[in-house]
């Protein structure tokens, strides 16, 4: 045999075939929710709103004039050229204060969502997948939290720790788990009944490969599209605590404290500088958010 006669395979026929199908199925999967999401122009343009308030809280130390906790002599003056949304009843500029204070919503919000997020992702998965006794067990602690009333149990606890940061983040995420573990519990009673996870435990892989690999892949929409949603009720959370003097202590600015200050009459009627732009700034991500989370729910709907 002459050795021009000798072929080696070349690395791609070597190639695992399954491996190949499985990565351009996930790529024509992904190409098909982007390009629903796509269609979704409400959606887009939140997502465009949601990805421009995170750059401005990055930036936020370069995009403010003044110090957000400077005192100046001008009280509660109106917008002027030197500061551009006026001042508070202490002297502070408010502008400073609102881009700072995006800083503190968004870290609420996205700090909430990811603690309660891998919590209630890692209950629902073990309870549904182990079931029995566990199942029970787990499932009744849920309906404990979830029974009760979120706000005031919120408030007595956040009393009780005194009011910080890391507190309402805490706070927060403690009574928001239950609703994501009962989700991800109700996706997984389904999927563990199809084939490929009986063909997995037949094959002997182990409980955290099939839940962690297999499962919890085909789980993620619902999961994504609640995160999503939760976002937006974590800022207004915050913001509802900080408003009713329970949420982030001040000097720290946020958009609940800066509303705080519009309490009075003559602040509502005559000074709408303290209270419009940390309002309008509050609207504006709620509703981005929300248009964020209704694209996902329908690009990820598997009736699409």
């Excluded at 709103?49 to 995170?54: A, E, N, P, S």
């Amino acid at each position: 045999m002459n050795a021009t006669e000798l072929s080696w395979p070349s690395p791609a026929n070597n190639a695992d075939p399954d491996a190949e199908v499985v990565q351009e199925s996930a790529e024509s999967y992904f190409k098909q929710v982007s390009a629903r999401f796509a269609r979704n122009k409400p959606a887009v343009i939140g997502l465009a709103i949601t990805l421009f308030l995170i750059l401005v809280a990055l930036l936020a130390p370069l995009l403010i004039p003044h110090s957000p906790y400077a005192v100046t002599a001008f009280f509660s003056a109106p917008p002027s050229g030197e500061h551009w949304l006026g001042t508070d009843q202490v002297g502070r500029d408010v502008w400073s204060r609102l881009i700072m204070a995006s800083r503190v919503s968004l870290l609420v919000g996205f700090s909430t969502v990811a603690i309660y997020v891998s919590l209630g992702t890692l209950i629902g998965l073990v309870s549904a997948y182990v079931g029995g006794w566990l199942d029970m067990i787990v499932m009744r602690i849920t309906d404990m939290f979830m029974a009760f009333p979120f706000l005031m149990v919120i408030l007595v606890v956040v009393s009780a720790l005194g009011a910080s940061l890391q507190t309402i983040i805490c706070v927060l995420a403690l009574f928001s788990w239950p609703t994501v573990a009962r989700l991800v519990r109700s996706s997984v009673l389904s999927l563990k009944q199809l084939d490929y996870v009986k063909a997995g435990r037949a094959l002997g892989l182990s409980a955290p490969r099939i839940v962690f690999r297999h499962l919890l892949p085909n789980a993620m929409g619902p999961i994504i599209v609640n995160a999503t949603f939760g976002i937006a009720n974590a800022i207004l959370s915050e913001a509802g605590l900080s408003f009713l003097g329970m949420g982030v202590p001040p000097p720290t600015a946020s958009w609940g404290n800066m509303l705080s200050d519009a309490q009075s009459l003559t602040v509502l009627t005559d000074q709408p500088w303290l209270w419009v732009p940390a309002g309008s700034m509050l609207l504006i991500t709620v509703l981005a958010i929300n248009f964020v989370g209704d694209g996902l729910r329908d690009a990820l709907d598997p009736k699409e």
